[in-house]
């Protein structure tokens, strides 16, 4: 099977192109490389992975490929508030020509990877993918505008697509600058900062690594699921203070956190029923969150 993994220079599509290289897929990595992650761009070189530099915002051919795993988007809430446009025109607008294209060339299945971000504060927890969405920043938006764009194409065009609503993804080559709040934590406890929390740390998330999240995408391929949206998640919530006190612990120090005031756009509490996802893909995350944030600080220093 020829899959077409947009993104596939950042974080999320690269580790996702990277397992399906390894467990035999016929992979093509397609990025701009305007925010690439040094480490996925080093592993794929390694690995052979082809990578075309392209962007999902002009024409893109999917032709040949048997599917497409959508992961390419801007990620971040905060500047999401400031650049709502570009937001909706990366994240949305893109997502219908690269759902057009492929289902112009007959591919079989568009894997699309969401967000967490577009049920908005939750009403009931954990979340079902039944949940309503109603999302609070420009960011849960955008990635709502593309689910809706592939349930419309899937009546209209008759396009294959599954969405994975991924929560908090962490893990390796993941950047301080455009990432989540344990990739922030590490690199200050690397330099021995303390970690700087935003609002007074009782909200909650949901951690899931990002090797978690690329066997879900192997497993959707191998298993064919259509036109469903399932949770990608670890099923179980974490305070921020106590992620950030498991990150100072891990790291040896004696830091207490600052704070700082809350972000707009930022949900309070969040985590996932995941009952569904191991339903139909017998998902269950193997990569616990204090192992993972081992793994991070160790990487860290030695590159520091």
Do not use: W
């Not at 577009?118 to 609070?136: A, Q, S």
């Amino acid at each position: 099977m020829k899959v077409l993994v947009t993104g596939g220079a950042g974080f999320v599509g690269g580790h996702v192109a990277l397992l399906l290289a390894e467990k035999g897929y016929s992979v093509v990595a397609l990025d701009n490389l305007e925010r690439p992650s040094r480490y996925t761009l080093s592993r794929l070189r390694e690995a052979g992975v082809q990578l075309v530099v392209s962007d999902v915002r002009g024409q893109v051919s999917c032709a040949g490929f048997d599917a497409v795993v959508h992961a390419a988007a801007y990620i971040d809430v905060a500047e999401s508030v400031e650049k709502p446009l570009e937001y909706f025109e990366n994240n949305a607008i893109a997502t219908a020509k690269l759902a057009k294209a492929c289902s112009d060339s007959g591919a079989e299945l568009f894997i699309y990877l969401s967000s967490a971000a577009v049920y908005g504060e939750p009403t009931y927890l954990p979340v079902r993918e039944d949940h309503p969405t109603r999302p609070i920043s420009p960011y849960g938006l955008s990635k709502l505008m593309g689910e809706q764009v592939l349930e419309v194409f899937s009546k209209v065009y008759g396009l294959s697509y599954l969405t994975l609503r991924l929560f908090n993804v962490y893990g390796p080559g993941q950047s301080a600058a455009y990432a989540g709040v344990i990739a922030k934590f590490v690199e200050r406890a690397a330099r021995g900062l303390p970690p700087v929390i935003f609002g007074d740390g009782s909200q909650t998330r949901d951690f899931v690594h990002v090797r978690d999240v690329a066997r879900a995408v192997l497993v959707a391929l191998e298993r064919g699921l259509r036109n469903e949206v399932l949770n990608v998640a670890s099923g179980k919530p974490t305070s921020i203070l106590e992620l950030a006190k498991l990150v100072t612990r891990l790291a040896g120090l004696e830091l207490e956190p600052v704070y700082d005031r809350p972000r707009p756009g930022d949900v309070k509490h969040s985590y996932a029923d995941i009952a569904k996802a191991r339903a139909r893909l017998g998902f269950q995350p193997l990569v616990s969150l204090e192992e993972g944030v081992r793994e991070l600080l160790d990487l860290e220093l030695r590159s520091g």
